[in-house]
């Protein structure tokens, strides 16, 4: 049975902006995480996105936790290596999935990611139950991939082959799931160091793209763009046919689909993350949702939620929690008669 706990700041680190800062900068290291099995997935006849794969001696018989990262983040960032080291230890197989473009993936794909392209990751998943007959997955998600596994849990019903898609349970942490609300929080005045660098390593791969698929993007724009604001109104609205950063967010926000959601569904949350505000969490829309349940702490900041380390846990209570949540699920939905 899955028990929610009240995350305690590691000392020093109970305001929203250093936690943030810290967790993204230290280093860490990974004990007993093998190297991944690295496959190519295709998702469209254009393009492929990578998965980083972390088998189980029987993987059948294991259950498999796919995973997300957030903006301009890949399968090795941090909490992705730090959520799978967890859920490997507990007897998981663990699929670190890289959004178009990232992890190195630029040449595979003549597109651009965004905050609500939920087709990659439901082919993956297609894909991974065929390939490997797997039958119990759960999704987790950190910030723009956090959004990204609620509006899939959000859109899994409505699917023909749903009932063939055994995905049992969903994990969110520091989710952004009203994209207007957080790209306006980052254009807040104390919030301009991470705005700089989520647009700098945004144009930094325009450029990269534009290297392997010479002609397709105008890079005239790149310049004078300042805010990730501009960047999604002069390449990835358009790009992905949205036509404008405003008609982009209102469509692909996890919180249009959160209501549909009828799988175990947790989503963790901070009240002093920079750029995620925490009003997203305390509406109707959440809250009336059986099956989705709101972990939302007084710090933890973005994607950190950085505690004491003890000799049985390196002090990241999220990783730990979301992992233990999906654990508890997992084995609900296992028992006879679950549905």
């Known amino acids: ?193 991470y705005q700089w660098n989520f647009v700098k390593r945004l144009k930094d791969r325009m450029r990269r793209k534009a290297l392997v698929f010479p002609g397709k993007f105008d890079l005239r724009p790149l310049d004078s763009i300042r805010t990730i604001r501009q960047f999604d109104d002069a390449y990835t609205a358009p790009a992905n046919g949205f036509g404008t950063a405003a008609r982009y967010y209102e469509q692909c926000g996890a919180i249009r689909a959160i209501s549909r959601i009828t799988i175990p569904t947790l989503i963790i949350a901070a009240q002093d993350d920079p750029f995620v505000p925490p009003s997203q969490f305390t509406g109707d829309i959440v809250r009336t949702n059986a099956h989705v349940r709101v972990s939302l702490q007084h710090h933890g900041g973005h994607c950190g939620f950085v505690g004491r380390a003890t000799a049985d846990s390196d002090g990241y209570w999220a990783e730990e929690t979301a992992v233990a949540f999906l654990t508890a699920a997992a084995a609900t939905s296992a028992q006879p008669g679950a549905s």
């Open 1 to 193: 049975m899955f028990a929610d706990t009240r995350f305690v700041p590691a000392r020093g680190l109970s305001a929203g902006h250093v936690m943030t800062i810290y967790a993204w900068a230290r280093g860490r290291r990974y004990p007993g995480l093998p190297a991944p099995d690295i496959r190519f997935v295709r998702v469209d006849p254009e393009s492929q996105v990578r998965a980083d794969c972390y088998w189980q001696p029987n993987r059948r018989g294991a259950s498999t936790l796919i995973g997300l990262h957030g903006l301009e983040g890949s399968s090795e960032a941090h909490y992705m290596l730090g959520v799978a080291l967890k859920a490997w230890r507990r007897g998981w197989n663990v699929v670190l999935l890289n959004q178009r473009n990232c992890g190195g993936t630029e040449h595979l794909t003549p597109g651009l990611y965004h905050s609500g392209l939920t087709a990659d990751p439901l082919e993956v998943l297609r894909a991974l139950v065929v390939s490997e007959q797997l039958t119990s997955i759960s999704l987790v998600g950190y910030s723009l991939g956090g959004n990204l596994v609620l509006k899939l849990a959000g859109e899994l019903a409505g699917l023909p082959d749903a009932p063939a898609l055994p995905v049992v349970a969903v994990a969110a942490v520091s989710p952004t799931i009203d994209l207007s609300l957080c790209v306006e929080a980052l254009e807040w005045r104390q919030n301009w160091v």
